[in-house]
């Protein structure tokens, strides 16, 4: 079991930036790949940015230059940092962890960037 927990969202005016904190527990030495996913009303969830355990990234062409995705192994983290933020970015961002083909979810966080 892998247990996530995000922070870091909010209100950002266009052009500005956010820094998202996922925060795992549990069994994280079997995490595969962690990643960032997002949502809108009425739409799927989209894979934004995932990092491998050796660290591969990849990303949504759409954010490709503005957002970046780390991993700090000590403290058991994954962060997005969001820059250059548009109003199209605005969703629910949600943490996700891979364990073979298991995925597990953090709640989500409402990232809302106004124009």
């Known amino acids: 079991q892998v247990q996530l927990v995000e922070s870091g969202g909010g209100l950002v005016q266009a052009g500005g930036s956010l820094r998202l904190s996922c925060a795992a527990s549990g069994s994280i030495s079997r995490i595969n790949v962690m990643a960032w996913y997002r949502q809108t009303p009425g739409k799927q969830r989209e894979l934004v940015a995932s990092?491998?355990?050796?660290?591969?990234?990849n990303y949504l062409d759409f954010v490709k230059g503005r957002f970046a995705i780390s991993r700090d192994y000590a403290k058991s983290t994954v962060y997005l940092q969001m820059n250059s933020l548009k109003p199209e970015d605005t969703a629910v961002y949600y943490c996700?962890?891979?364990?073979?083909?298991?995925?597990?979810w953090g709640k989500g966080t409402l990232v809302t960037v106004s124009s």
């Open positions: 996700n962890a891979r364990v073979f083909r298991t995925d597990y």
């Open positions: 990092i491998t355990s050796i660290g591969s990234t």
